[in-house]
């Protein structure tokens, strides 16, 4: 998977590279729009980081000129303004997804694999991990081939750790993404410990192997180790 | 006062004791020219009767030419008289000015005394009074006209501006539109209130463009801040100082996030003029919205009623109606007590949420302004109610918060052409 990334702030950018250079991904970086349209016109990406302020011009042009070049580009805008304006233009001009800076970057590697298999996997939008297989259209977790109930929190929260497998996830960046704006209802984040509980549970119960890790102080990492 | 009536009465004033000297200097030259005038008749009528007497003839017309025949000779000097006179005829007594002389005339002495009758004072002075008092209520008559005149056609454009300046608001972000006078003063205050307008807008526009950007300009560095400190998180340290401290910096960088997000909303509210909106069925929305804090109320074993009118509808922005919705649950979930109530209700335009609580430590009212809350805690900016509140007075929805029997209630109504 080759992947280019956007964005005119050097040390976000070399954040975001980090965090993702363990996806395997190949990375390219853009700091300017002339850069970035240098690099376009050259070679062919599967994804696309976007931030639609540059110095020199703006993004949306970018992902203008990134559908043209190709139709399977998958393309994330990250924008400084959370303007539904800029939003929907961009989704309209193809872009995939839009994701408003500051962003957890498990929230923006989610983004990314959501994305990318969208485009990339014709057919059933299905992540397959050893004795698992979730149908992602369907919203269907089946374990060794046999569906299991799961709730929407519950496969919501499967889901983000799967696409974040092997990283530390804090409570933060959980709450953020399985609950969005209802956060700030809660005022502690302690009840994230119920739903991980009762998921580890119905995954182990199912014949599952318990991937869940709890990180002290900090969250829960979902490990193959 | 109107400047108009003020200036009238002070106009008024001073003309009416003009006239009042006016009435009194007339009077008095009137007067002494009449009997200056009646004194040089007497005289020379006097004259002729003597001149008559001489030649035999006692020209006698009481009472106007009386002629008494003296039996001594008197140097009594000639006189002038006022006197009155009963008139038989008339039955009343009439003034009269009188000179009397002594005479010699063919050896005989007589006093002679003619008289002229007299215009009565009285009637002088109530005909000049009468004749001021008629001028001065003409004058009035025709200042009231004026005043009439100019207070709708010269006044017209000083009372329009007057009404825009009223008007005026810098949310609104328009300039005054004021109107031309061709008097100078009017054109001049035009001038200077359209400069003072624009003025207090461009300054207002640059204050606000400045608070968007500067939240735009931070949203980068807060990006930076927390994603390396999630990428540091990636190591799972072992000494626990330190990954406290990278969950601290974490927390307060997101605080920061949300924070500014909230002002960035609230700029927006303040400048933007229009948010399109739909129509949308209140209940059904209050009743999604509680749907999705359903985690939150259970986390606190929260019991929740609702009674809610499923048809009201309203014209309404769906991301404002939202986030004002939003705002008031999450209140009533996180200013809660565990196993606390909420009982929201919505009847016809009126939408009710009370809930259990702590009882406020400061004016209710205070709860709307900005950066006010109980305690500082992570998940509470202070920002909530006053998103709401700038939300309602968007819509002209009426909003009250009290505190009754240990429960919060916040009532809106819909419906602006009621309350």
């Keep these: ?225 | 006062m109107k400047l108009l009536n003020k200036i009238s009465l002070y106009y008024i004033l001073n003309t009416a004791i003009l006239f009042m000297l006016g009435l009194f200097a007339i009077y008095f030259s009137v007067d002494w020219i009449i009997s200056e005038r009646s004194d040089g008749q007497l005289r020379d009528t006097s004259k002729e009767i003597t001149l008559k007497l001489e030649r035999g003839i006692k020209a006698e017309y009481p009472p106007l030419i009386e002629i008494k025949e003296l039996v001594n000779e008197n140097h009594f000097k000639s006189v002038f008289k006022d006197t009155t006179i009963f008139l038989e005829a008339e039955k009343e007594n009439e003034a009269y000015r009188q000179y009397t002389i002594y005479k010699k005339v063919n050896d005989r002495n007589y006093k002679i005394t003619v008289r002229t009758s007299l215009i009565e004072k009285e009637d002088l002075f109530s005909a000049i009074l009468i004749i001021l008092i008629i001028i001065l209520a003409l004058l009035l008559l025709i200042l009231s006209l004026i005043n009439r005149y100019t207070a709708r056609k010269i006044f017209k454009p000083f009372y329009n501006n007057l009404k825009h300046l009223g008007m005026f608001s810098l949310h609104k972000n328009d300039s005054m539109i004021l109107e031309d006078s061709n008097i100078d003063e009017f054109n001049e205050l035009k001038y200077a209130l359209a400069e003072l307008s624009e003025k207090a807008l461009k300054e207002y526009r640059s204050l606000k463009e400045f608070s968007e950007d500067l939240s735009h300009e931070l949203q980068t560095p807060v990006a930076v801040i927390k994603a390396k400190a999630e990428l540091l998180l990636q190591k799972e340290f072992t000494d626990a100082e330190i990954s406290s401290n990278l969950q601290s910096i974490i927390n307060n960088a997101d605080r920061l996030d949300k924070l500014n997000r909230s002002l960035i909303l609230l700029t927006k509210l303040e400048t933007t003029d229009f948010f399109p909106t739909q129509k949308i069925l209140l209940g059904r929305r209050i009743e999604r919205i509680i749907d999705n804090y359903t985690d939150a109320i259970n986390s606190k074993e929260i019991v929740i009623r609702t009674n809610l009118e499923s048809m009201y509808e309203v014209e309404f922005n769906e991301n404002l109606l939202d986030i004002a919705l939003s705002n008031l649950i999450s209140n009533s979930i996180k200013h809660n007590i565990p196993r606390g109530e909420i009982f929201i209700e919505l009847k016809d335009s009126i939408f009710m949420i009370k809930n259990s609580g702590k009882e406020p430590k400061q004016n209710l009212l205070n709860y709307f302004k900005r950066f006010t809350y109980e305690e500082k805690s992570q998940n509470s900016l202070g920002l909530g109610l006053a998103i709401v509140k700038k939300i309602c007075n968007m819509y002209e929805i009426g909003i009250t918060y009290q505190f009754i029997d240990g429960s919060h209630t916040l009532v809106l109504n819909f419906n602006k052409t009621k309350d």
């Design chain 1, 1 to 225: 998977m080759k992947l280019i990334l956007i964005e005119d702030e050097k040390d976000l950018a070399s954040t975001i590279a980090s965090y993702l250079k363990e996806e395997e991904y190949l990375i390219d970086k853009a700091h300017s729009y002339s850069e970035a349209n240098e690099k376009i016109n050259l070679y062919e990406y599967d994804c696309a980081l976007v931030d639609l302020m540059l110095p020199d011009g703006n993004g949306i042009d970018l992902v203008k000129r990134l559908k043209e070049r190709n139709q399977q580009c998958g393309i994330i805008i990250i924008s400084a303004k959370e303007a539904i304006e800029d939003k929907i233009n961009g989704l309209n001009l193809g872009a995939d997804d839009y994701i408003t800076k500051p962003f957890h970057l498990a929230e923006l590697n989610a983004r990314i694999k959501s994305v990318i298999r969208r485009k990339h996997f014709d057919g059933g939008n299905i992540v397959q991990l050893n004795e698992l297989k979730i149908d992602i259209d369907k919203r269907e977790v089946l374990i060794n081939e046999s569906a299991i109930e799961f709730t929407r929190r519950e496969f919501d929260l499967l889901l983000f750790f799967i696409s974040n497998k092997e990283r530390v996830l804090n409570k933060e960046a959980i709450v953020e993404h399985v609950w969005g704006d209802n956060s700030s209802a809660f005022d502690s984040y302690d009840f994230v410990y119920t739903h991980i509980k009762n998921l580890r549970k119905k995954l182990k119960d199912s014949g599952a192997k318990d991937y869940l890790k709890s990180v002290y102080g900090i969250g829960y990492k979902f490990t193959l180790k």
